[in-house]
């Protein structure tokens, strides 16, 4: 059996990551020109993986399943990039950024692996910038920041709303640097089917040419799994609609426990759901929320009226508002964390004040907002006695530059004006905290393996701030493994090039290959996407933001019952050689079908609530998250057998030696 071993160093937290650099095994410029690496998903943790071990010299081969990697995910990240900076000088620190990542995670990560995220934070800003990412600057030029939800500083870098898409940008200069160099082979519209394992460690993959069909094996010294989180196990999420946990989901089967699988992020600040006919939902960014204030009727009668279309919400008057964070936690307001934030807005919606047709909806506002900026706006150009009218119209101008983007998508989307009407949000399946088992160098527990980004579990815990995502993707592709996987690789200088002709590679293709023509022959009657969004219900109704004993236990059977369905009934039109987005689907709704019974039982099996984790049986008297730090402070990870339903289950029980751990409080 492995052995669960997080290698985490010793000595003082704060000299851990700087001691173990001065100590690790490097491999000199001469052997990484004879040394591969294989890196599958170009978002912002891959795309930085590979840009900078090409930059070092190994040889890359990078693989996406998209036809740019300028089309990953990580565009979709709105608001911001967090930084320990201190531009602001609010008393920001590496420490209290450290600090507020872990009380965020509710005591459920590691410490050694977040406090070097947090020293690492700043030199990701210098790189972005150096690389000519446009982050927001204020009147004299210096780098503007804003505050996201769980914290009482300003350290979130951002580029207006489309700050993922301008530091992939930004990575994919680096990227194309080292693939006009030759230093990385590019492999677009190319998916990972399985791994490779000869003698135990990680030597390949077997990946599928996504135009022609064509099955290829590629060999390397070391793999690296950088494919983004499981959000749409739940079909209904923020995640792009390709966005998948096959990579992660094959590994773990080969070998690499998973970590965590109930610690799923619902984003609270989501355009709210329409119509079964829905295929994803779109995220407003978090960054919102620093000028948004989010309430609902405190009447009954009026919420029901807007539910009918017979009042709007302008009608109401201030008094007859109640702004819930703000009166529930009144240190954090509206900027509590995500977890929180997502509990109270069903809280307020399930007893019957949620604010269009469904009933699921909250409002977030802007009028409070924009009369504050039209005020400040008015002084400043001398406007001593300014119309109401000259004050909107100036606040507004102010939101246009700090939000126009967003407030345009929401208009096109919802077609209603969120300058003169408040939104309307809902909370979504966004983003998954857990993922591949990884220790402190990033490495799975198959020897060779690594994992960095969303598709690991190690920096957030049971739930992540806003802004940290980008952070945590881009330290472990820029700052963190270029540094491990050296120590790994130094093994491996006399080992040569990797054979593909192997017996290994040929049994990795020959299941690959089975599956394949099982999906294009089989005599179904029903779509992928019918079990996808039968499983989908499942886990929002009985794995969602709210988790019991009774309804876990129903949806693994449920689960079960799906999957045994889909096996006997899938249909998969069109053939094997060719562009077949159906055959595509259907291997990763297979993956995500056993991946959904984990994480019920994983959230069965944790008998405590803690962040983005809530179980209805453990809560305290005023209904927030009631952590079992005696029985539960552990990482669950959990080993594959042949069927989810026999995981065997590894604990990495979680020190906490430089921040106490207590009970939660945003109040």
């Given amino acids: 059996m492995t052995t669960l071993n997080s290698r985490v160093p010793e000595g003082p937290i704060k000299d851990k990551w700087t001691?173990?650099?001065?100590?690790?095994?490097?491999?000199?410029?001469?052997?990484?020109?004879?040394?591969?690496?294989?890196?599958?998903?170009?978002?912002?943790?891959?795309?930085?993986a590979a840009a900078t071990l090409a930059e070092l010299g190994y040889n890359v081969k990078a693989f996406a399943y998209q036809d740019s990697p300028r089309r990953a995910h990580s565009i979709a990240a709105q608001g911001g990039i967090n930084a320990a900076k201190n531009y602001m000088g609010d008393g920001?620190?590496?420490?209290?950024?450290?600090?507020?990542?872990?009380?965020?995670?509710?005591?459920?990560?590691?410490?050694?692996?977040?406090?070097?995220?947090?020293?690492?934070?700043?030199?990701?800003?210098?790189?972005?910038v150096a690389q000519g990412v446009p982050f927001a600057r204020d009147y004299g030029g210096l780098l503007d920041n804003r505050s996201f939800g769980g914290v009482l500083v300003s350290r979130t870098f951002y580029a207006k709303g489309q700050t993922g898409q301008q530091l992939l940008l930004g990575c994919y200069?680096?990227?194309?640097?080292?693939?006009?160099?030759?230093?990385?082979?590019?492999?677009?519209?190319?998916?990972?089917?399985?791994?490779?394992?000869?003698?135990?460690?990680?030597?390949?993959?077997?990946?599928r040419d996504l135009v022609t069909g064509k099955i290829e094996r590629h060999s390397a010294h070391a793999v690296v799994i950088a494919t983004?989180?499981?959000?749409?196990?739940?079909?209904?999420?923020?995640?792009?609609?390709?966005?998948?946990a096959t990579a992660a989901w094959k590994i773990h089967k080969k070998g690499a426990y998973f970590a965590n699988p109930c610690f799923t992020q619902i984003h609270p600040t989501c355009i709210p759901r329409s119509g079964d006919y829905q295929s994803k939902l779109t995220l407003m960014s978090e960054s919102l929320r620093n000028d948004g204030r989010i309430w609902v009727p405190k009447k009954i009668e009026d919420a029901k009226?807007?539910?009918?279309?017979?009042?709007?919400?302008?009608?109401?008057?201030?008094?007859?508002?109640?702004?819930?964070?703000?009166r529930r936690y009144p240190a954090f307001g509206n900027l509590v964390p995500r977890d929180v934030a997502s509990r109270a807005a069903k809280e307020r919606c399930d007893a019957g004040y949620g604010v269009n047709a469904t009933g699921e909806a909250v409002y977030l506002d802007f009028a409070a907002a924009i009369q504050r900026y039209g005020s400040v706006q008015a002084k400043i150009k001398g406007l001593s006695n300014a119309s109401k009218e000259e004050i909107i119209k100036l606040g507004e101008a102010v939101i246009e530059e700090?939000?126009?983007?967003?407030?345009?998508?929401?208009?096109?989307?919802?077609?209603?004006?969120?300058?003169?009407?408040?939104?309307?949000?809902?909370?979504?399946?966004?983003?998954t905290m857990g993922g591949v088992w990884v220790d402190y160098n990033l490495m799975t527990t198959v020897p060779g393996l690594y994992c960095i980004g969303e598709a690991n579990f190690s920096d957030h815990g049971a739930n992540r701030l806003g802004a940290s995502a980008l952070m945590q993707g881009l330290a472990d592709g820029y700052f963190v493994l270029p540094y491990t996987i050296g120590d790994y690789l130094a093994d491996d200088i006399r080992t040569g090039?990797?054979?593909?002709?192997?017996?290994?590679?040929?049994?990795?293709?020959?299941?690959?290959?089975?599956?394949?023509?099982f999906f294009v022959t089989n005599k179904g009657t029903h779509s992928v996407d019918y079990f996808h969004k039968k499983l989908g219900k499942v886990m929002w109704d009985k794995v969602g933001m709210a988790r019991n004993e009774k309804g876990l236990k129903e949806a693994i059977k449920e689960i079960q019952e799906i999957r045994e369905d889909f096996w006997k009934n899938v249909k998969v039109p069109g053939g094997l050689n060719e562009l077949n987005p159906e055959l595509e689907k259907a291997g990763r709704v297979a993956d995500f079908l056993e991946l959904g019974e984990l994480f019920a039982k994983d959230a069965l099996n944790r008998e405590e609530s803690?962040?983005?984790?809530?179980?209805?049986?453990?809560?305290?008297?005023?209904?927030?998250?009631?952590?079992?730090?005696?029985?539960?402070?552990?990482v669950a990870a959990w080993e594959y057998t042949g069927k989810p339903s026999e995981a065997i289950l590894h604990k990495e029980q979680l020190e906490f030696k430089d921040i106490e751990l207590k009970t939660r409080s945003y109040k």
């Fill in 610 to 634: 803690c962040g983005g984790h809530f179980r209805e049986e453990h809560v305290t008297e005023d209904g927030e998250a009631k952590r079992d730090d005696a029985n539960f402070a552990y």
């Fill in 228 to 244: 983004g989180g499981y959000g749409n196990v739940y079909f209904l999420s923020t995640n792009a609609m390709g966005s998948n």
């Fill in 497 to 517: 090039k990797i054979p593909t002709d192997a017996p290994e590679f040929d049994a990795a293709e020959k299941e690959v290959q089975k599956q394949l023509d």
């Fill in 19 to 48: 001691q173990y650099k001065d100590h690790i095994n490097l491999v000199n410029p001469a052997n990484k020109r004879n040394i591969d690496i294989i890196v599958v998903g170009t978002g912002l943790a891959g795309g930085s």
């Fill in 173 to 207: 200069s680096a990227m194309n640097r080292q693939i006009a160099r030759g230093k990385i082979d590019m492999y677009n519209r190319h998916e990972m089917l399985d791994v490779v394992k000869i003698d135990g460690k990680a030597r390949g993959i077997i990946a």
């Fill in 402 to 431: 700090k939000y126009g983007n967003l407030f345009q998508m929401y208009e096109k989307i919802v077609d209603e004006n969120p300058y003169k009407t408040p939104m309307m949000i809902y909370p979504a399946t966004h983003y």
């Fill in 92 to 128: 920001d620190s590496n420490y209290r950024l450290f600090y507020d990542t872990v009380k965020g995670g509710d005591y459920r990560s590691r410490e050694a692996n977040v406090h070097r995220l947090a020293e690492v934070s700043g030199a990701i800003i210098d790189q972005c």
């Fill in 305 to 326: 009226a807007i539910q009918q279309g017979k009042l709007k919400p302008t009608a109401i008057a201030e008094e007859d508002r109640d702004y819930y964070l703000e």
